[in-house]
């Protein structure tokens, strides 16, 4: 996964979360991470560390269609 600015990797991570249909919570156990780091993640406050962000660019490419697209639109793939 390319290097993207903090408030565009906030902005990709809601949109996948929404586009998935889950709240926070429900997101956090697909990612096998806490409440607390997606919170923050979304909000803008921290970045995930590379093994969370490879575990989100292996949920994109299984969204199909609609996770390319977001990796289209957020990194130019």
Known sequence: MAVIDQ???ANLMRETRQLLG??????TATLGVSFESV???ENGRTKP??????????LLYQMGDSGKDLLVKYFSV
């Open 7 to 9: 408030s565009e990797l």
């Open 22 to 27: 889950l709240l926070q919570v429900k997101f």
């Open 39 to 41: 919170n923050r993640w």
């Open 49 to 58: 560390l590379p093994v969370a962000l490879k575990q989100f660019e292996y």
